[in-house]
């Protein structure tokens, strides 16, 4: 059974830092495409970077240059290190996985950038 299971959100002033945490299991991790999403309140949910199983990354332009996605293959852990939060930036931060024909999400961590 697939499970992807998100840390890390909390509440943070802006300018300052957080890092997320996705732990997967179900056997998906390592052969498979991971990202990270989000969703503002009234908005629909957003592309926010993704990493390949060879560890190529691609950023939503909004996060470019601020956010940063890695994976640890062995702890079967993506991560996403947010740094300059801004307001805009809070969310629920979900955690996806590429496993065609099927897609995997998290239940999402909470980030609330104060200003």
């Known amino acids: 059974q697939v499970q992807l299971v998100e840390s890390g959100g909390g509440l943070v002033q802006a300018g300052g830092s957080l890092r997320l945490s996705c732990a997967a299991s179900g056997g998906i991790f390592n052969n498979h495409a991971m990202g990270w999403y989000r969703q503002a309140p009234g908005k629909q949910r957003e592309f926010i970077a993704t990493i390949t199983a060879g560890g190529s990354t691609n950023y939503a332009d909004s996060v470019k240059g601020r956010f940063t996605i890695s994976r640890d293959n062995p702890k079967n852990t993506v991560y996403l290190q947010m740094n300059s939060l801004k307001p805009e930036d809070t969310a629920v931060y979900y955690c996806?996985?590429?496993?065609?024909?099927?897609?995997?999400w998290g239940k999402g961590t909470l980030v609330t950038v104060s200003s």
């Open positions: 996806n996985a590429e496993v065609p024909p099927f897609e995997y």
